[in-house]
């Protein structure tokens, strides 16, 4: 039996990754990029696996059932490896994280072997109906399907924490060595991961629904539209985010040693040397101002004004330089006839949307709010 709607959309996005796959195949060879083929490949194999399901095609191929199951494990894995290399420093990942990634599909292939093995294609076809399943058969296929879900639903909580966490620390170190990140953060990466887990989660709900002979309003509807609408904005974002230079990666210093390195008289002096070539240089108006070309300025190393900032003024790169431009935002709005986009630009910001929240956790208002105070 044909299930109308969801066979719709799972075509859909069959359609749509296999344009951004044919995409990803036409760009220069790269790690990244190959994670991305690879992070596509087992959407494919995964939308298929559901499509097979709901078009009814299960009814021709019925030794296909669950084929996908070894493939959808390694969703998770390869979409924080793709993470990995986009984001981190490290060029060689883990020989335990491989290890635990290539343990997924072998655990999945041996709870699926009794109905492998054990059940014929035409006792598979006869489970799909309760009039004419066998109760002892249909055990081993709810064990299965129960089984592979739970180590499915496992690896995506723990590599979806492990992507979440490296996107955190990637995010950090960002703002302690550039004054504008917005095209190096991947900030579309986190909601994402959010979304993806959301959608994941609700697959295994669904399923032990169905188990259960449950059902709810959104049952077959609602996983298929969120779904969809989750994959067209990662493969959107995915196939416009530019490949990042290894200065852009880096580990964050507060994840290191807090022990200081230099003394609190040269923190001092440091921090006087800070304020006031921003005060009289106006560096912060660089949109691009980075904490290479500060250390240029001053004359002080990288690793000592990062430490200045953070041990000395509690604060980072990103932060201390966006609370001149905050400064000097507050001044420009006195004048009403100028357009807050164009402030933001002109005091350093990239963005009005990260000028909007810079300004608001600093001053406590928006900038319009601010502006109709004064």
């Known amino acids: 039996m044909v299930n109308l709607f969801p066979t719709i959309l799972y075509s859909c996005m069959i359609g749509i990754t296999l344009f951004a796959l044919f995409d990803v195949l036409q760009r220069p060879k790269n790690r990244q990029s190959l994670f991305l083929k690879a992070l596509l490949l087992l959407l494919l194999i995964h939308l298929g696996g559901e499509l097979f399901i709901y078009s009814g095609a299960y009814v021709y191929a019925p030794y296909l059932a669950g084929a996908q199951f070894p493939f959808r494990v390694l969703l998770g894995p390869v979409l924080y490896y793709y993470a990995y290399e986009s984001m981190s420093l490290e060029k060689v990942i883990d020989k335990k994280v491989a290890v635990i990634t290539l343990l997924g599909p072998i655990l999945v292939l041996l709870v699926m072997s009794p109905f492998i093995f054990l059940i014929s294609s035409e006792e598979k076809l006869a489970l799909a109906s309760p009039e004419t399943r066998d109760p002892e058969l249909w055990k081993i296929a709810l064990f299965t399907c129960t089984a592979t879900t739970l180590l499915f639903i496992s690896y995506t909580i723990v590599f979806l924490g492990m992507a979440l966490r490296l996107h955190n620390s990637h995010h950090q170190q960002l703002k302690e060595r550039f004054s504008n990140i917005e095209q190096k953060s991947l900030e579309w990466f986190k909601p994402i991961l959010i979304v993806w887990g959301m959608v994941w989660l609700m697959y295994a709900v669904e399923f032990f629904l169905n188990a259960l002979k449950l059902r709810w309003f959104g049952s077959g509807v609602a996983l298929p539209v969120i779904e969809v609408i989750a994959l067209a904005t990662f493969i959107q974002k995915a196939l416009h985010q530019k490949i990042l230079t290894?200065?852009?990666?880096?580990?964050?210093?507060?994840?290191?040693?807090?022990?200081?390195?230099?003394?609190?008289?040269?923190?001092?002096?440091?921090?006087?040397?800070?304020?006031?070539?921003?005060?009289?240089?106006?560096?912060?108006?660089?949109?691009?101002?980075?904490?290479?070309?500060?250390?240029?300025?001053?004359?002080?190393?990288?690793?000592?004004?990062?430490?200045?900032?953070?041990?000395?003024?509690?604060?980072?790169?990103?932060?201390?330089?966006?609370?001149?431009?905050?400064?000097?935002?507050?001044?420009?709005?006195?004048?009403?006839?100028?357009?807050?986009?164009t402030i933001a630009f002109e005091v350093g910001f990239n963005s009005k949307t990260t000028f909007n929240t810079a300004f608001k956790r600093i001053v406590g208002n928006s900038p319009t709010a601010y502006r109709n105070s004064i």
């Open 246 to 341: 290894q200065s852009d990666k880096g580990v964050p210093h507060s994840n290191k040693s807090r022990t200081a390195l230099i003394s609190s008289e040269k923190m001092q002096l440091i921090s006087s040397k800070l304020e006031r070539i921003m005060k009289e240089d106006k560096l912060f108006l660089d949109e691009n101002l980075s904490l290479n070309k500060l250390s240029e300025s001053i004359a002080e190393t990288e690793n000592h004004i990062s430490e200045t900032l953070s041990q000395y003024l509690n604060t980072n790169f990103f932060q201390y330089v966006n609370s001149f431009r905050i400064e000097e935002a507050k001044l420009a709005l006195k004048n009403k006839d100028k357009l807050i986009t």
